[in-house]
């Protein structure tokens, strides 16, 4: 597909590789923020074709992994309740909750769909308006305009039967979390490029300068992603710290408006609990005070964790839980391998953690792209 | 969650400002997709699309531009000893805007 294939070209990403190792004069750690490009990179081998000179690590940026229990918990509630259907992306369903998945739920009689974006969930409010859709919004800036949007058509149709269960997440707050955490050893941010298609460029200037890290915006196409590498490991050498545009033909300097002004509209920035990552200041947003109404947690209140969710007696009943590390592997400090139950008790069929769960998830990068196990050098 | 795939718009189906919608192409499929956050998109204009909503357009002379670039990079077989490093950067060039580290970084927008 055109700006697809012509970014792949492995004999032009040759000749960037050799640029890189070329000007390098130590070995660099850089941190990928979105999991999508923590895909790209094991996928095309650009971590193994770099790893003398550059330590990449995997950052936060997989809204499924960050999407709170407590949240998940909430949606498998609502889906059990009579007239409530809970739709969302496919990736959430099988993301473990408290005590079990979106998927699980579904099996034990949950009313639950997953659609291709939230104009689909309006158009299932449409279709059958004694049934309440609620949308479970998950995802960074680059999802908020989308759910927005879907909102805004509710309203404007007047779909009464129509909530949002908001997780949205922002990710240059824990950015910030990240680059304060003195155990934290990245020397350079590779940002996620959709995200700043949104957002634009301004924060990520202040961000470079308030803390002296190297900022390279980049696309998820393995030519994309070394001339990022490349912007950074320059600005190292030299004892730079800017953020620059690495992808141009989709980021401009000021972002969307249209798109920015949508989510305003509808969203305010809130506090917001990561999961692994703990409380992030101004990390995701949340409906504002005056579409209270259109809030699945306000519209049916918080309901009794046992209300109608059998605990026993299912085939797939909960197995004691297996160690954990994916606040570590979110958080940059350990490499998905090095997580005791990587690839034994938590494999793609049965996660334990939701980094195995999601196609952007690092835990499931590593699984199946055969990441053999190295040593860790930090902590 | 955060991949946009790149489709060209064929044509409009629906105008105004929430309900825009139109058609694209992505490879061998044609989708309706929301276009209230692309209102000058135009038809042949690729665009970003992220869960059916455009998120953005494409701008074509950035893409060739990057292209072109890396292509003047020197190849690997006429590479020779040290002279790549000579090869027409000018990495301390600091002009202020967001653009710029290396061959291939971008440019303003």
């Known amino acids: 597909m055109k700006y697809l294939d012509e970014f792949r070209d492995p004999e032009l990403a040759r000749r960037l590789l050799r640029e890189i190792r070329e000007r390098t004069t130590k070995r660099w750690t850089l941190m990928e923020v979105c999991g999508g490009q923590t895909h790209s990179l094991l996928r095309h081998g650009i971590d193994a074709e770099l790893c003398e000179v550059v330590e990449l690590i995997h950052g936060p940026g997989c809204p499924v992994c960050v999407t709170p229990v407590e949240l998940i918990d909430q949606a498998q509630r609502l889906a059990m309740e009579p007239q409530v259907l809970v739709t969302t992306f496919a990736d959430m369903l099988r993301v473990p909750g408290s005590q079990r998945s979106l998927q699980e739920t579904r099996a034990l009689g949950g009313n639950i769909r997953a659609v291709y974006g939230p104009l689909d969930a309006v158009r299932l409010a449409r279709e059958d308006r004694l049934r309440e859709v609620v949308f479970f919004a998950v995802g960074f800036e680059t999802t908020a305009p989308a759910t927005a949007l879907a909102l805004r058509h509710a309203i404007d149709e007047g779909l009464r039967n129509f909530s949002i269960l908001a997780a949205h997440v922002r990710v240059l707050p824990v950015m910030e979390m990240l680059a304060r955490d003195t155990r934290c050893r990245v020397e350079a941010f590779l940002a996620a490029g959709h995200v700043c298609t949104i957002t634009g460029m301004e924060a990520y200037h202040q961000f470079a300068t308030d803390h002296h890290l190297p900022v390279a915006v980049t696309g998820f196409e393995p030519l994309d992603l070394l001339v990022g590498i490349q912007a950074c490991i320059d600005q190292l050498e030299q004892g730079m710290a800017r953020a620059v545009n690495c992808y141009p033909r989709s980021v401009e300097s000021a972002g969307n408006p249209h798109a920015q002004r949508m989510v305003e509209s509808v969203y305010e920035i809130a506090d917001m609990e990561w999961r692994g990552m703990g409380l992030v200041r101004q990390g995701g947003y949340r409906l504002r005070e005056s579409l209270r109404e259109y809030d699945a947690e306000h519209r049916f209140g918080a309901l009794a964790v046992t209300d109608r969710l059998p605990i026993v007696g299912s085939s797939i009943a909960p197995s004691p839980p297996a160690v954990c590390l994916s606040g570590d592997v979110l958080a940059g400090r350990i490499k998905p391998s090095a997580c005791p139950s990587f690839a034994r008790q938590c494999r793609p069929e049965h996660p334990v953690g939701a980094p195995m769960v999601s196609s952007e998830g690092a835990c499931a990068a590593y699984f199946r792209y055969a990441v053999a196990e190295e040593p860790w050098e930090g902590g | ?109």
């Open chain 2, 1 to 109: 969650m955060c991949l946009a795939i790149p489709g060209q718009l064929l044509h409009w189906t629906e105008t105004g400002a929430l309900r825009a919608r139109g058609m694209v192409q992505f490879g061998g499929i044609a989708r309706e997709c929301f276009m209230a956050c692309v209102p000058e998109a135009e038809p042949g204009d690729y665009l970003l699309v992220h869960a059916g909503v455009a998120i953005g357009r494409i701008d074509a002379a950035h893409a060739a531009l990057l292209l072109a670039e890396l292509a003047a990079l020197p190849a690997e077989d006429s590479f020779a000893g040290d002279s790549g490093k000579d090869s027409g950067e000018d990495n301390g060039d600091d002009s202020g805007d967001d653009s710029g580290s290396g061959a291939a970084a971008g440019g303003e927008r």
